[in-house]
């Protein structure tokens, strides 16, 4: 009987869409954030993802939808979950052992999905005027209220707020100082280094939410809420 060698093994057609996908949308996130939303064209994008306009129609439908989308695959960044909640970071937040943990990892990532959509906003902006866009921004900021106000919610359910703050209070504090306008004032209008701007905001949340003495131990450089965290390198910015 004769053997008969596999062929090397070809990706489902589930992964080579979402590669066709993850390209598509990488290549519209350099236009957008490049020409901005008026000057971003389907064609253009088709040609720097070396794919058929055709395709991208197909995966996106429309350009409102093509920004949509690009701003969610760029805020999930490597995991790329629509689900915010359903991120293992998030699932860390959740398991961490004090509210100083919870807020040092919410910073660390949340942070960085500011600097990855960071270069998107004016194109956002520029399409608000277009209803997917509206709508599906409204809903992005509506999920990280909620989100916020879980994480509060465990905070409080947990004992680690400080004494006398109302948890509905401390998830707008947490709201308001926790967004990507914070992040481009500071780096992009007062010209703050990341590490500053989220130093800062991270300091400024331990303070506001936590107990004095909490809050105090939080930003030392040997704090265990920010141990092995991109964050533990910026808390010296604080003294600068």
């Known amino acids: 009987m004769t053997t008969v060698k596999a062929s090397p093994a ?5 992964e080579r869409a979402l590669r066709t996908r993850l390209r598509i949308a990488t290549a519209a996130a350099e236009l957008f954030a490049s020409v901005g939303y008026a000057g971003t064209t389907i064609e253009a994008v088709a040609k ?5 306009v055709q395709t ?4 996106f439908h429309t350009k409102p939808q093509l920004l949509v989308e690009t701003v ?10 629509s689900d915010v909640m359903a991120r293992s970071w998030i699932k860390d937040v959740v398991a961490a052992p004090d509210g100083a943990r919870r807020l040092a990892l919410a910073m660390e990532h ?15 902006q520029a399409a608000l005027g277009e209803p997917e866009v509206r709508e599906a921004w409204s809903g992005i ?26 948890p509905s209070l401390a998830s707008d504090i947490l709201f308001g100082l926790h967004r990507h306008e914070l992040y481009l004032a500071f780096t992009q209008e007062a010209g703050w280094s990341f590490d500053r701007y ?7 949340l331990c303070d506001q939410l936590l107990p004095p003495d909490v809050a105090r131990d939080a930003v030392r450089e040997d704090a265990p809420a920010t141990a092995g965290l991109e964050l533990a390198r910026a808390i010296p910015e604080l003294g600068r």
Do not use: K
């Open 56 to 59: 991208v129609y197909f995966v």
């Open 141 to 166: 900021v509506s999920g990280r209220r909620e989100g916020m106000r879980r994480i509060v919610d465990l905070m409080a359910s947990r004992g680690e707020l400080r004494d006398g703050m109302d």
């Open 10 to 14: 070809v990706p489902p057609r589930r």
């Open 72 to 81: 969610r695959i760029a805020g999930g960044g490597p995991e790329g979950a």
């Open 198 to 204: 989220r130093a800062w905001t991270y300091a400024t």
């Open 48 to 52: 720097r993802a070396g794919v058929a």
């Open 110 to 124: 949340g942070s960085q999905i500011y600097r990855r959509l960071g270069p998107l906003w004016p194109a956002i």
